[in-house]
């Protein structure tokens, strides 16, 4: 069964090319403009991998993250950001995102995200 990985970022430009090289990759795609719209699709009961972006306005990446983790929904987490600080990616990766990618985001990265995802957790 394929996995459905949730794409959620305010930036269009940037939700399409995430989810347009997922799905180039085979894999199953939903995105979500805001963490708001994710929380409110029937899409978030079957998500395998969540790819959110770091900052949004309302909720942001983490935000959203955490509200998942306190709501007892455990998916596995990838934050995404145009604006990579050690002290950020710590704070992902302290919350228990598996991966905190640096945008523009690479096929490769995409790729570990998956497979992580598939084989077990592992930080990046």
Do not use: W
């Not at 306190?70 to 990838?78: D, E, H, K, L």
């Not at 790729?111 to 077990?120: F, H, I, L, N, Q």
Request: proline letters at 4%.
């Amino acid at each position: 069964m394929a996995l459905l990985i949730s794409v959620v970022d305010d930036d269009d430009a940037s939700r399409d090319a995430v989810s347009g090289l997922l799905r180039s990759m085979g894999h199953d795609v939903v995105a979500f403009a805001s963490a708001a719209d994710f929380l409110a699709s029937d899409g978030l009961g079957r998500t395998a991998l969540l790819i959110a972006d770091h900052r949004m306005p309302g909720m942001n990446g983490l935000e959203l993250h955490r509200h998942l983790v306190a709501s007892g929904v455990a998916v596995p987490t990838a934050m995404m950001t145009a604006y990579p600080t050690d002290a950020s990616r710590q704070q992902a990766l302290n919350a228990g995102v598996m991966f905190f990618l640096a945008k523009p985001v690479s096929r490769d990265d995409l790729a570990s995200c998956v497979s992580a995802c598939r084989d077990g957790p592992s930080a990046s």
